[in-house]
């Protein structure tokens, strides 16, 4: 098949979806508070195919498709809802190999994704051929901590973003992992990596007291935890900073079937969460806020595709 009328055909397919009998109970919230709900994936590493049913590990599983019939359902249920990607988007199937990231891109475009941020794979094809494909993007990529300044990437990143919904101010904001020793020197160039905890702490600042955001939400690809209790990771980032109401984390591919729930610098609560990787789970957190639009309530859980 030539490759246009593939990237067509694929595309259509997502697009021409029933919602004919699914059933996905949303969380429960106060009636008298606004609902806002985030959703997000981390790692799907170009998986666009549902898994097939012998497969070992994940037999009937995932797809780009399904992920989008559950998005469009929650759409419905929820229009105050931001859909969002936590890096590694590229590298894993022959689709990557062949077209480069364009077909995930465009999905990704369907599926109007908000923002995403990058992952150490998302290099894989080098900056430049990153910087290639960002045409097909009509979403956001946020990375504060990357210095792209001496790039052909330079301006084509926002350190973070505020979405506005129902009067709700959410900054959000990402965290890419050191690509020193995980991806070779020739391919991300001259980017500079920032430390992530003085960055998040920095920014997430900026996003409270700046721009008045009432939720704050980082994108990060640096790991849920490792063996290694000096190498920085979502815990050790979520205990050193303040201001950062939800980690989103990818690289790790850690499942979690609910956020957890650590304590800030301030002793404060802070969910982290993770859905382990290639589209098998789509993470969904749910905050309810009163009428001066202070968080009243966080909840999460994962659902499986």
Do not use: W
């Not at 098949?1 to 919602?19: C, E, G, N, P, V």
């Not at 640096?222 to 050193?240: F, M, Q, S």
């Not at 304590?263 to 969904?284: A, D, S, T, W």
């Amino acid at each position: 098949m030539k490759r246009r009328d593939f990237i067509q055909q694929t595309a259509a397919s997502s697009a021409l979806l029933s919602l004919g009998g699914l059933s996905l109970s949303s969380c429960d919230t106060a009636s008298s508070g606004k609902h806002i709900t985030i959703l997000h994936t981390n790692d799907v590493h170009s998986h666009i195919d549902v898994f097939p049913q012998d497969d070992p590990r994940n037999p009937g599983q995932g797809g780009i498709a399904r992920r989008a019939t559950l998005v469009e359902h929650i759409r419905r249920e929820n229009p105050n809802t931001l859909l969002l990607d936590a890096g590694d988007i590229f590298q894993g199937t022959p689709y990557f190999n062949y077209y480069g990231g364009e077909l995930e891109f465009k999905l990704m475009s369907m599926l109007r994704y908000d923002a995403a941020t990058l992952g150490n794979h998302d290099f894989d094809n080098g900056i430049d051929g990153l910087y290639a494909q960002l045409p097909h993007a009509k979403f956001d990529f946020l990375t504060a901590n990357y210095d792209f300044s001496n790039t052909i990437m330079d301006t084509h990143t926002k350190p973070y973003k505020v979405f506005v919904k129902d009067g709700v101010k959410i900054g959000v904001f990402g965290l890419g992992i050191r690509l020193k020793g995980l991806v070779n020197d020739n391919l991300y160039k001259e980017t500079r990596y920032l430390d992530p905890i003085e960055i998040a702490q920095d920014v997430s600042a900026t996003l409270r007291k700046e721009e008045g955001c009432h939720i704050v939400i980082c994108l990060s690809h640096i790991g849920y935890k490792y063996k290694n209790p000096d190498t920085v990771c979502d815990i050790k980032l979520a205990e050193n900073t303040e201001n950062i109401d939800l980690i989103i984390g990818g690289h790790t591919h850690t499942f979690m079937d609910k956020p957890a729930i650590h304590r800030n610098r301030k002793g404060e609560e802070i969910m982290v969460n993770q859905v382990g990787c290639f589209g098998i789970n789509l993470g969904r957190i749910d905050f309810t806020l009163d009428h001066t639009n202070k968080i009243r309530n966080g909840q999460g859980r994962t659902i499986t595709v």
